[in-house]
């Protein structure tokens, strides 16, 4: 079963999401969106997700805008309130899930990347995270306050989440003692995203393999 439902954050208010069941027992995973919205793209990861067995909810960041005109999304992606999304959105996200499955984790792209690594700083509830090609700044997102499991998927040739500043998230959450697991892939920005122009299939499979491999054994 799968759609869309209304979730309480936890300031009371209620967002809506794309959910898809697996089951109850099972595990869980928020699935974060790109820059784009939770589009017809983010779903059917969700929808991946459930038929390997979790139970996912996609929570609208966007509160039902959805684009494909990168100004668009850049503009949206910036008038995002950040902390809202991860303490307020995704928590309530992590929250409904933790009700029906034993563990959650979160996972995300882009921009979904980014808010990945800030939830796992930020709220409580989260066994592990898997962030593809997004580091969020510091100010957001302390690296030190990273204390659950956390596997990153990057790509080498990306003027947004750049190799500089992968490295120094990992060198941040090293110091601080709790090393990631970091991939990174001769490939492009979005590339594990079927309907990008910047889609590379072998990246894209071995990424998602290494994931689940993650999931399986934190979750």
């Not at 939830?119 to 090609?133: D, K, L, M, S």
Request: proline share 5%; with cysteine.
């Amino acid at each position: 079963m799968s759609g869309m439902i209304d979730f309480k954050r936890p300031d009371g208010s209620t967002c809506k999401g794309y959910f898809a069941e697996a089951g109850g027992g099972k595990p869980g995973i928020v699935v974060i969106q790109e820059w784009w919205g939770l589009n017809d793209q983010i779903k059917a990861v969700a929808d991946r997700f459930a038929a390997a067995g979790y139970n996912a909810l996609a929570p609208d960041l966007y509160k039902g805008r959805v684009t494909q005109k990168p100004d668009e999304a850049n503009h949206m992606m910036s008038g995002l309130d950040f902390v809202g999304a991860s303490d307020q959105d995704i928590a309530g996200a992590v929250k409904h899930l933790a009700g029906m499955s034993r563990k959650v984790g979160v996972m995300g792209f882009c921009l979904g990347g980014a808010l990945t690594i800030a939830a796992c700083a930020r709220i409580t509830g989260i066994a592990c995270g898997v962030p593809f090609y997004g580091v969020p700044p510091v100010a957001l997102a302390d690296p030190a306050r990273i204390k659950v499991p956390m596997q990153g998927h990057f790509a080498n040739t990306d003027d947004w989440c750049t190799p500089k500043i992968v490295d120094e998230f990992e060198k941040a959450m090293t110091v601080a003692g709790n090393k990631p697991e970091v991939h990174r892939y001769d490939a492009a920005h979005a590339f594990a995203n079927e309907k990008s122009a910047a889609y590379d299939a072998v990246a894209a499979k071995k990424a998602w393999e290494r994931m689940m491999a993650f999931l399986g054994a934190h979750l």
